[in-house]
């Protein structure tokens, strides 16, 4: 595993294919940028412990695009229709908006009010979403051209030209 590519691949999706629905993109490609959005969320959370503001929330929020371009073109790899990641996505959004709109300005009571109403139905929503989604971006891609064109070219990371 190459750290450059990562990073790389990381930079390119977020700076030339922030919310890039069209085409396809292979396994590899896709992991190292889940990874990299991990790693990223991480760092977010350890800063958030020390500053004491929704800060993973944000980035969450930052990530979420990305992340359902990238999701979008992995599903239209395998022959898919890339809108199956709204699935995943809505209730992800709207988690993140409530976490920062209620607990920020409320509180225990904005954490007590999400957990009582709306918080267990956007969590069970998404995490079905996202084991579905989960076992669609593990097969392997169609070998030749399909509906959303053809092929990734290879399966490690591209470099920004």
């Known amino acids: 595993m190459d750290l450059n590519a990562i990073v790389e691949n990381f930079r390119d999706t ?9 085409g396809r993109v292979g396994r590899e490609r896709f992991w190292y940028f889940v990874l990299a959005c991990v790693v990223v969320q991480i760092g977010a959370a350890i800063l ?3 500053v004491f503001l929704p800060i993973t ?6 990530l979420l695009l990305p992340m359902a371009g990238m999701g979008a073109r992995r599903l239209q790899d395998t022959g898919r229709n890339g ?5 995943a996505v809505v209730p992800a ?9 209620f ?16 918080g ?11 084991v579905v989604l989960i076992y669609f971006w593990c097969q392997p891609g169609d070998a030749g051209p399909n ?6 070219d290879g399966s490690v990371p591209a470099t920004a030209p």
Do not use: K
């Open 14 to 22: 977020i700076t030339r294919h922030y919310f890039d629905m069209t």
């Open 83 to 87: 809108n199956l990641v709204w699935l």
């Open 57 to 62: 929330a944000l980035t969450g929020l930052a």
């Open 120 to 130: 267990p139905i956007l969590g069970l929503i998404g995490f079905i979403a996202a």
């Open 147 to 152: 509906a959303y064109g053809a092929p990734p």
């Open 103 to 118: 607990f920020g300005p409320f509180g225990i009571f904005g954490a007590l009010a999400y957990m009582f109403t709306i």
């Open 93 to 101: 959004a709207l988690a993140q908006l409530f976490r920062i709109f």
């Open 48 to 50: 958030q412990s020390v």
